[in-house]
């Protein structure tokens, strides 16, 4: 199938916000998700957003939602070196319950 | 610490030797599932379980067997695998897969190395 689009590197000062950007294929997806992975461990559920939603905000994390663009992003305000990480966007497509399509990750680096 | 646990962490092995990957949760989920994470290339689903029947394998070589004995655990059992199949391999398990609101957590992955 088609490919969940991500840029591969971004890279901030601590104290910015990061903006990391997605494409997704399926303008029938229901949920759309947001993972990060530290370096050598799994992959651990940020957040997530309906597809009835444009935006959804959870402390420093805000998901905004262009259903017409099937454009995902995710904002982390005030960057810390912890941040530092993959960041993996994923989709529900509606015809196929129970199946994540992921991209390929975002590697944020946070400067201090 | 998402309740999903992975053992090995690491494994290193020979092209001709049979072994077994693990995976344990303890979040009353009723399924659970296989990704393959090489560099560079998006996460691969390799197989799902629901109520400890396979429902998905995602044309896997036979290289790779699955076994799920029970919606807590799941195995993946190799042999005679490849270099090309070194690569982390990540244990994820959900409640029910069948609903839209379905969210899928993840272990810290084993990373196997075939030498």
């Known amino acids: 199938g088609e490919d969940v689009e991500q840029s591969l590197f971004l890279s901030v000062r601590e104290g910015d916000s990061s903006v990391i950007n997605c494409t997704y294929t399926?303008?029938?997806?229901?949920?759309l998700y947001w993972y990060k992975q530290e370096p050598g461990a799994g992959l651990q559920l940020l957040t997530y957003?309906?597809?009835?939603?444009d935006m959804k905000q959870d402390q420093r994390l805000t998901v905004l939602l262009n259903k017409k663009d099937k454009h995902l992003s995710l904002r982390i305000a005030d960057t810390q070196t912890g941040d530092s990480a993959i960041y993996f966007c994923?989709?529900?497509?509606?015809?196929?319950?129970?199946?994540?399509?992921f991209g390929r990750g975002t590697q944020l680096t946070v400067w201090p | 610490e998402t309740g999903v646990t992975q053992t090995p962490r690491h494994l290193v092995m020979g092209m001709t030797n049979k072994k077994s990957l693990k995976c344990e949760q303890h979040?009353?989920?009723?399924?659970m599932y296989w990704y393959k994470q090489s560099a560079k290339k998006p996460l691969e689903l390799m197989f799902v379980?629901?109520?400890?029947?396979?429902?998905e394998n995602n044309s896997v070589p036979s290289r790779f067997s699955p076994e799920c004995p029970n919606s807590s655990h799941l195995f993946l059992h190799l042999h005679t695998l490849q270099p090309e199949d070194s690569a982390l391999y990540l244990c994820?398990?959900?409640?029910?897969?069948?609903?839209?609101?379905?969210?899928?957590?993840f272990g810290p992955g084993t990373r196997l190395t075939v030498l």
């Open positions: 957003i309906f597809s009835n939603m």
């Open positions: 399926d303008s029938s997806s229901t949920y």
């Open positions: 994820a398990s959900s409640q029910d897969p069948g609903t839209n609101t379905d969210t899928q957590y």
């Open positions: 379980y629901n109520f400890k029947e396979q429902t």
């Open positions: 979040l009353g989920h009723n399924a």
């Open positions: 994923a989709e529900r497509r509606g015809s196929t319950l129970g199946r994540l399509y």
